[in-house]
Nanobody, 124 residues
């Protein structure tokens, strides 16, 4: 059975860091473009970052540029999201998603595989 599993969420103080992991089982992540999305209470799901299947090019939402870094480790079949300088407004459930396409997309409906999400809470 193909699935994605996120981990690494938790409670962190403003200015702190977390690294989220997205591990795949049942399929090989390097054949997929991977996106990270987040959803805060009462808000729509939004794209945070993406790493493409081809050339591993990356993109980021303006709100996280310079603070978040996405990367992939094909040997471990895992994609990471390093989050630094965290702010209270980063609080959300974070999801990774996979699409069998060469390029990134910010539209969640274009991703066919989703993880269950991991909670990130930034609070003092």
């Amino acid at each position: 059975q193909s699935q994605l599993v996120e981990s690494g969420g938790g409670l962190v103080q403003p200015g702190g860091s977390l690294r989220l992991s997205c591990a795949a089982s049942g399929f090989t992540l390097d054949y997929y473009t991977i996106g990270w999305f987040r959803q805060a209470p009462g808000k729509e799901r939004e794209g945070v970052s993406c790493i493409s299947r081809i050339s591993s090019s990356t993109n980021y939402a303006d709100s996280v540029k310079g603070r978040f870094t996405i990367s992939r480790d094909n040997a471990k079949n895992t994609v990471y999201l390093q989050m630094n300088s965290l702010k209270p407004e980063d609080t959300a459930v974070y999801y990774c998603a996979a699409r069998a396409n060469y390029y990134c997309s910010t539209y969640s409906y274009e991703y066919g595989y989703w993880g269950q999400g991991t909670q990130v809470t930034v609070s003092s």
